[in-house]
Nanobody, 122 residues
């Protein structure tokens, strides 16, 4: 079973920075795409950024230029460096390993962890 544990969230003022971490128990961590997702109150969960096993990255428009996703395969850990934070970034942040099955047009996600709360406010 794969377990995902997010940490590093907190309270920060607009313009501040936070670094989130995601620890994974998966034995094949180094071979899969990993991603960060977030969910604000009353809104759907949305993709923030992804990084492949080859370290290719993809970012949501709101994250470009401000957030950086990275991974440490030796530690089975995923990171999200967030700079120039805005109040709109307030949400619970989750990590996961998306697997897209083209034959079924379906993306599989492992069981979501508890997430880590990020609050940006003055």
């Amino acid at each position: 079973q794969v377990q995902l544990v997010e940490s590093g969230g907190g309270f920060v003022q607009p313009g501040g920075s936070l670094r989130l971490s995601c620890a994974s128990s998966g034995r094949t961590f180094s071979t899969v795409t990993m991603g960060w997702y977030r969910q604000a109150p009353g809104k759907q969960r949305e993709m923030v950024a992804t990084v492949t096993s080859g370290s290719s990255t993809n970012y949501a428009d709101f994250a470009k230029g401000r957030f950086t996703i990275s991974r440490d395969n030796a530690k089975n850990t995923l990171y999200l460096q967030m700079n120039s934070l805005k109040s709109e970034d307030t949400a619970v942040y989750y990590c996961n390993a998306p697997r897209f099955f083209s034959a079924f047009s379906t993306t599989y996600y492992y069981t979501w962890g508890q997430g880590t709360q990020v609050t940006v406010s003055s």
